[in-house]
């Protein structure tokens, strides 16, 4: 990215950057990284910061996957995995644990800290204690309310071939 700055810009934006001395845009250092792995295959989908820096993990898992212990995700599970400030991994979080398509697509916070999540499934989903059941071949959208997160709220069960892929609050 060189030559979008000047030296006389230096500490201006640029980007997803700031423009240092030199004229070139310098891209912000991480402050830390984590990898959640496991036997299977583990799709981070969505990523939201609570009010008190808490983090929301969002995706889905096939056999396994590890945050703070090993949870089994059968054939693909959905889960919502909740990180402190820095990532480390809570000791619980939610996976579906089922043998069909599940997903979370989307999750997002409020000022007030409730998380909510979005995403589709074929069947059924149990997710944080909440079952929907929708036979058929095709995935049906759903979105949770976690507000403790001990308890779970429905917000929506939208038949036919859709997800929730995003969310705002």
Do not use: M
Request: proline share 7%; glycine share 16%; aromatic share 8%.
């Amino acid at each position: 990215r060189e030559g979008i700055c000047s030296a006389i810009a230096a500490g201006t934006a640029c980007g997803d950057g700031r423009c240092d001395a030199g004229g070139r845009c310098s891209l912000p250092t991480p402050s830390w990284s984590r990898s959640f792995g496991g036997s299977g295959t583990v799709f981070a989908r969505s990523l939201a910061r609570g009010p008190d820096g808490s983090l929301w993990l969002g995706g889905y898992c096939s056999d396994e996957v590890t945050f703070a212990s090993t949870h089994s995700c059968g054939g693909f599970a959905a889960f919502v995995a909740p990180l402190g400030p820095d990532g480390t991994p809570a000791p619980e979080p939610f996976v579906s644990g089922d043998s069909a398509v599940r997903a979370v697509e989307a999750v997002a916070t409020n000022a007030s800290g409730d998380v909510f999540a979005g995403g589709l499934f074929k069947n059924a989903l149990s997710l944080a204690g909440v079952t929907l059941n929708h036979p058929g071949t095709q995935h049906n959208g759903f979105g949770l309310a976690l507000p403790e997160p001990t308890w779970v709220h429905v917000l929506a069960g939208i038949g036919g071939q859709r997800e929730i892929v995003s969310l705002a609050v």
